[in-house]
C-alpha cells in the first residue's frame, strides 16, 4: 500500500526545486476497447521554461497505467495507452524529478547461497534527542533488528514493507547501535534496511551499506552494545538491482511507476481529460483447428516471482503485475486480433526438485495469475468474444521416486482446480481428445524412463533447441531452436514446431550463435520452415519476457545471458515504449512484432500464398550510421514479388531484383532518415506499424517494411 508518507518521499525533488505545471491533449475523445490513445503532455517550470528531464507518469481513473517517460527539451512527452476497458476514462500525466540511484544496498555476508544465521551490526550518532524514528526492512529470507538492545522490527521476505515507527524514547543522544540477526534457508541471501531519526537539528538515516560490520557468530553480550571484529558485509546490489523488488520502499523510485499505483494525494499532475472507450467487434482472423497457433505467455510478472528489474524495454501498459484484470484482458484482445488459438501459461520451473506438490507464496501467484487470465477469457467469451484456450507449460520432478509422484499431483491439482472449474469451462485447450498440458523435460527423461503421467490429459514434453540437440527425435516439442525450427514428426506428420523473434544459443544471447531480432528477419526466417511443415500445433515464441540477468551476475558461466538482455537481444513480442529507458538500451520496439505477427498469421492461413510479407533486415531500426554507402538487405516470405524498390526519405534510391542493394549518402544531411523498401508485384493485409497496432486493411497493399537510421559523420571526418 502506498501511504501518504510514502508518496510524499516517492514525489520529493530538489530543495529548492519548484514544481512545474502539465497540461495534455489526446488524439481523440472516443476510443475503441484495446486501441492506443495517443497522449501528449508539456511540462512547464513557473518561469515558462521547459521542465526538461522531469519524469512523466500517466494515470488512468487515478490509477498508474501506461510506460513513464522523460520530458525532452521542450518539456514534452508523448505516450501511447492502450484502454482495454470500456467506459469513461479520466487520464492524467504526473511530473516529478528525474530520481537518482537509491543510497541502500542489498548486503550480506561474503558467503551466497548458503543456509546460515549471520548478525550484522552499524552505529550512528545522534547529538540531540530524537522526536521520531521509522524502520524500513526487507530481508531474504528473515531478519530480527534491534535498536540499542531492544527488539524494534522482524520480517520474513522483502513485500508487503509498511514504515514501523519507532519510539522516540528509544534512541540516545550520542552513540546508537543497530543489530540484526539473519537468516537464509538457502538460495541467494540479502538484507534491506533503512531507519530513519529526527531531531530538532534534521534527519538521520541509517541504511545497508558496506559500513556495516557482519559476524559469524553471535558476538558477546549481543545485541546490546557495540561488538569489535567481524567483516565487512558485502554489497549485492543497489535497491533496484536486486532479483527482488521491496515493495514499497521509500528509496526505490520505481514503485511509482508500478501499474496500478494510486496517484498520489500531493502529485503535481494535469487536470484530467476525459476518454471514452467504446465497446467494439474485435477483427479476429480465420482460425484453423487442426493448425493451431499458440502463444507462449510467461505471467512471472509478480512480486515474490520477476519484477522488472532487468526488463529490456517498458510495456505500453507500464511495468505491471500479471494479476491485473486489466493486463490480462488487453492480452487477450491483441491475441484475438492476431489469430491466436491458445495461451501457454508458463509454470514450468516450480517443481524441478520438489518432494511434495504443495505451491509455496512464488508458485501461488503464478497460480493466481492464470486465474486472472482464465477468469477475464470467460469475462470476454460472455460478452460475445471468440477467446483463445487455455494449456499450462508445467514442469518435472528431477528426484527419484519422489518426481513422478510430485508431476501428477500437480496434475491432479491442475484437473480439479482448473479444468473442472465450471466457469472455465470449454475454456480448456484439447488435443487428440483430451486437455492439452506440456511440460519441460530437457533431458528427455521422463520419455527414456517411461514414466506414466496422469491419463486425463494430452501430454506433450517440451525441450529447447532441438536443432542442436535433436530431441525431436525423441518425441519431444521445442521451446526455442537456436537457428533453423524442426518440426516434431508423429505418425508421419508434423506435430509440433516453434518460431521465434529471437534466440540465444548455448552462448546465451552475447554467444556467436545468437540470433536477434534483425527488424524481424529471425521470425521471417523461422515461418519459411512453419509454411513448409504445416505442423498440427506451432508455438510462438513469445509474450511477457522480460526477465533477463543482472549485469555481472548471469545464471551461467560468465557472459552468458539467457532469457533476454536487450531490446535486439530479446524474444518478446509484447508491444513497448519506442523511447523509455530500460535497463540495457534506450527504448524498444512498438507494435512492430505484434503487427509482424499479424501479417504472418494471416499468410499462414491460406492453403496458398497470395500475400507478401517484407521486411529490412539490415541496417537495425534506429541504427547509426556512417560513410557515403549503405548497404540495404530485406527477407520476404509468401508470394514472390517481380522486384524491389528502395526508397530513401521517400526518394527513389534503388530498384532491383536481388535482396540486397547499396545506396548512396552522399550529400544526406546528418540525422534521422527513413528507408523504406517496397516488393512490387505483392500485397499485403496488414502494415507493420512501429507505431499503432494495425488491423486489416480495407484494400491490400503492395508489402513494404520501412526503418529509421541514424547518420553520423565518421570519426576525424566532416560533412
Keep these: 500500500m502506498i501511504t501518504p508518507a510514502l508518496a510524499a518521499l516517492l514525489c520529493m525533488g530538489p530543495v529548492g526545486a519548484q514544481a512545474p505545471t502539465v497540461t495534455i491533449t489526446v488524439d481523440r475523445q472516443r476510443v475503441g476497447m484495446g486501441r492506443t490513445l495517443v497522449v501528449t503532455a508539456v511540462a512547464r517550470q513557473a518561469n515558462g521554461r521547459p521542465a526538461a528531464g522531469w519524469e512523466m507518469l500517466p494515470y488512468v481513473n487515478g490509477k498508474r497505467w501506461g510506460p513513464h517517460e522523460y520530458a525532452d527539451a521542450a518539456g514534452r512527452a508523448l505516450f501511447r495507452i492502450p484502454l482495454p476497458t470500456p467506459g469513461k476514462a479520466a487520464v492524467r500525466v504526473q511530473a516529478r524529478p528525474k530520481p537518482g540511484d537509491p543510497d541502500d544496498f542489498w548486503i550480506w555476508s561474503s558467503r551466497q547461497n548458503v543456509p546460515e544465521a549471520i548478525y550484522l551490526q552499524r552505529t550512528f550518532r545522534l547529538d540531540r534527542p530524537a522526536t521520531r524514528g521509522a524502520l524500513w526492512l526487507a530481508v531474504d529470507d528473515g531478519a530480527v533488528v534491534a535498536l540499542n538492545g531492544v527488539k524494534v522490527g522482524e520480517k520474513v521476505g522483502w513485500s508487503n514493507n509498511a514504515a514501523i515507527a519507532l519510539d522516540p524514547a528509544l534512541f540516545r543522544v550520542g552513540e546508537n547501535v543497530i543489530s540484526v540477526d539473519a537468516t537464509n534457508g538457502g538460495g541467494a541471501c540479502g538484507l534491506l534496511l533503512r531507519l530513519s531519526a529526527d531531531t530538532a537539528a534534521g534527519r538521520t538515516e541509517v541504511v545497508t551499506n558496506t559500513e556495516w560490520r557482519v559476524f559469524g557468530s553471535k558476538p558477546e553480550g549481543w545485541p546490546a552494545g557495540p561488538a569489535a571484529g567481524g567483516e565487512a558485509a558485502t554489497a549485492y546490489g543497489r535497491t533496484d538491482a536486486g532479483a527482488t523488488m521491496p515493495r514499497p520502499w521509500p528509496s526505490l523510485a520505481a514503485a511509482q511507476r508500478i501499474a496500478g499505483t494510486p496517484l498520489p494525494s500531493d502529485a503535481v499532475a494535469s487536470a484530467p481529460v476525459n476518454v471514452t472507450v467504446l465497446r467494439r467487434a474485435l477483427q479476429r482472423p480465420p482460425t484453423d483447428p487442426d493448425h493451431l497457433i499458440a502463444m507462449q505467455w510467461e505471467q512471472w510478472f509478480t512480486p515474490l516471482n520477476a519484477f522488472w528489474q532487468t526488463a529490456q524495454a517498458v510495456p505500453l501498459m507500464g511495468f505491471y503485475d500479471a494479476r491485473m484484470p486489466e493486463v490480462a484482458r488487453q492480452h487477450l484482445i491483441w491475441f484475438i486480433e492476431s489469430g491466436v488459438d491458445c495461451v501457454i501459461a508458463d509454470w514450468s520451473n516450480n517443481i524441478w526438485f520438489a518432494r511434495e506438490w504443495a505451491p509455496g507464496a512464488g508458485v501461488a501467484e503464478l497460480i493466481d495469475a492464470t486465474r486472472v487470465m482464465l477468469d477475464e477469457m470467460?469475462?470476454?467469451?460472455?460478452?460475445?468474444?471468440?477467446?483463445?484456450?487455455?494449456?499450462?507449460?508445467?514442469?518435472?520432478?528431477?528426484?527419484?521416486?519422489?518426481?513422478?509422484?510430485?508431476?501428477?499431483?500437480?496434475?491432479?491439482?491442475?484437473?480439479?482446480?482448473?479444468?473442472?472449474?465450471?466457469?472455465?469451462?470449454?475454456?480448456?485447450?484439447?488435443?487428440?481428445?483430451?486437455?492439452?498440458?506440456?511440460?519441460?523435460?530437457?533431458?528427455?527423461?521422463?520419455?527414456?524412463?517411461?514414466?506414466?503421467?496422469?491419463?486425463?490429459?494430452?501430454?506433450?514434453?517440451?525441450?529447447?533447441?532441438?536443432?542442436?540437440?535433436?530431441?525431436?527425435?525423441?518425441?519431444?516439442?521445442?521451446?526455442?531452436?537456436?537457428?533453423?525450427?524442426?518440426?516434431?514428426m508423429r505418425d508421419g506428420r508434423a506435430e509440433g514446431m516453434t518460431v521465434s523473434v529471437g534466440?540465444?544459443?548455448?552462448?546465451?544471447?552475447?554467444?556467436?550463435?545468437?540470433?536477434?531480432?534483425?527488424?524481424?528477419?529471425?521470425?521471417?526466417?523461422?515461418?519459411?520452415?512453419?509454411?513448409?511443415?504445416?505442423p498440427r500445433f506451432l508455438q510462438v515464441h513469445q509474450f511477457q519476457e522480460f526477465a533477463g540477468q543482472l549485469e555481472g551476475k548471469p545464471v551461467a558461466p560468465p557472459n552468458v545471458y539467457v532469457d533476454s538482455y536487450s531490446a535486439e537481444l530479446s524474444d518478446d513480442i509484447e508491444p513497448t515504449s519506442l523511447t523509455t529507458p530500460a535497463y540495457r538500451g534506450e527504448g524498444g520496439w512498438g507494435f512492430y512484432y505484434l503487427n509482424l505477427l499479424r501479417s504472418l498469421v494471416d499468410l499462414y492461413r491460406r492453403p496458398v500464398p497470395t500475400t507478401t510479407v517484407l521486411t529490412i533486415a539490415r541496417p537495425l531500426h534506429r541504427q547509426a550510421v556512417t560513410g557515403d554507402a549503405l548497404t540495404v538487405e530485406w527477407l520476404w516470405v509468401g508470394k514472390r514479388p517481380r522486384s524491389f524498390r528502395v526508397l530513401l526519405d521517400g526518394k527513389p534510391a534503388a530498384a532491383t531484383g536481388a535482396e540486397k542493394a547499396t545506396i548512396s549518402l552522399r550529400g544526406l544531411r546528418l540525422g534521422t532518415h527513413s528507408l523504406r523498401v517496397v516488393a512490387e508485384g505483392s500485397q499485403a493485409n496488414y502494415t507493420l506499424s512501429w507505431t499503432e497496432d494495425a488491423l486489416p486493411l480495407p484494400r491490400p497493399e503492395p508489402a513494404a517494411s520501412e526503418i529509421l537510421f541514424r547518420l553520423g559523420a565518421a570519426k576525424g571526418a566532416a560533412r
Design 503 to 534: 534466440c540465444f544459443g548455448a552462448g546465451g544471447w552475447l554467444g556467436k550463435d545468437a540470433r536477434g531480432r534483425r527488424n524481424g528477419a529471425t521470425l521471417i526466417e523461422d515461418w519459411r520452415a512453419a509454411l513448409k511443415h504445416r
Design 378 to 488: 470467460a469475462r470476454m467469451r460472455a460478452e460475445g468474444y471468440a477467446v483463445p484456450k487455455m494449456t499450462l507449460l508445467t514442469g518435472v520432478g528431477h528426484l527419484r521416486p519422489e518426481g513422478p509422484v510430485v508431476v501428477n499431483r500437480q496434475l491432479a491439482y491442475i484437473w480439479d482446480t482448473l479444468v473442472q472449474e465450471p466457469r472455465y469451462k470449454g475454456l480448456w485447450q484439447e488435443f487428440d481428445g483430451k486437455p492439452l498440458v506440456l511440460s519441460l523435460d530437457l533431458s528427455a527423461s521422463y520419455l527414456k524412463e517411461g514414466f506414466k503421467l496422469d491419463d486425463r490429459f494430452t501430454i506433450r514434453f517440451m525441450g529447447v533447441q532441438q536443432d542442436v540437440g535433436k530431441t525431436d527425435e525423441l518425441g519431444l516439442w521445442s521451446w526455442m531452436d537456436s537457428q533453423t525450427p524442426e518440426p516434431t
